[in-house]
T-cell receptor, first 111, second 114 residues
Framework: NAGVTQTPKFQVLKTGQSMTLQCAQDMNHNSMYWYRQDPGMGLRLIYY???????DKGEVPNGYNVSRLNKREFSLRLESAAPSQTSVYFC??????????FGPGTRLTVL | AQSVTQLDSHVSVSEGTPVLLRCNYS??????LFWYVQHPNKGLQLLLKYTSAATLVKGINGFEAEFKKSETSFHLTKPSAHMSDAAEYFC????????????FGKGTHLIIQP
């Protein structure tokens, strides 16, 4: 039982490049989330998906898109990366309660 | 709307002494409250969760937190600090009952002096 997995672990992009961060969970959870973590800011919600086929914006959605591919997978896409998107990205999932379980994170640097 | 304030950005204690990490919250609902811990370059691990069953919540690794509605506080304590407790701690609030995201405090960095 792997819980929440994220790929890649590390990524370096140049400004303007695109990439997709992948997240998968094997806990049969309905809800999935993407957060970013910046120094001194805690975690901030980018997008979430309450169930397969639905997505909603969080606190900081600008510059990102998401896809809930199926119940297990929730991807985050940066269409044109900017240095302000340098951050650590965490995916999380939750089942019937509001307790969220987090993946190990993706450390992204945009030059 | 909901918010979380962690009152100390850094706390330093000696090994074997008590730990107190302070958190105040505001919420329009009856919230769920959490403490998560993040060790260096790691993901977040759930320490404990308050719903409404009991005001004193026991978590993993000897941590506990007390919910005080009158003070809108949810402080985290541990009687005796261990070197392995050195990490970043986040107080978190959820409106509960739905799939909305969590609201995080900015974190408290706990330093353990030998």
């Amino acid at each position: 039982n792997a819980g929440v997995t994220q790929t890649p672990k590390f990524q370096v992009l140049k400004t303007g490049q695109s990439m997709t961060l992948q997240c998968a969970q094997d806990m049969n959870h309905n809800s999935m989330y993407w957060y970013r973590q910046d120094p001194g800011m805690g975690l901030r919600l980018i997008y979430y998906s309450a169930s397969e086929g639905t997505t909603d914006k969080g606190e900081v959605p600008n510059g990102y898109n998401v896809s809930r591919l199926n119940k297990r997978e929730f991807s985050l896409r940066l269409e044109s990366a900017a240095p302000s998107q340098t951050s650590v990205y965490f995916c999380a999932s939750a089942g019937d309660t509001d307790t969220q379980y987090f993946g190990p994170g993706t450390r992204l640097t945009v030059l | 709307a909901q918010s979380v304030t962690q009152l100390d950005s850094h706390v330093s204690v000696s090994e074997g002494t008590p730990v107190l990490l302070r958190c105040n919250y505001s919420s329009s609902y009856s919230p769920s409250l959490f403490w998560y811990v993040q060790h260096p370059n790691k993901g977040l691990q759930l320490l404990l969760k308050y719903t409404s069953a009991a005001t004193l919540v026991k978590g993993i690794n000897g941590f506990e937190a007390e919910f005080k509605k009158s003070e809108t506080s949810f402080h985290l304590t541990k009687p005796s600090a261990h070197m392995s407790d050195a990490a970043e701690y986040f107080c978190v609030v959820s409106p509960g009952g739905g799939a909305d995201g969590l609201t995080f405090g900015k974190g408290t960095h706990l330093i353990i002096q030998p």
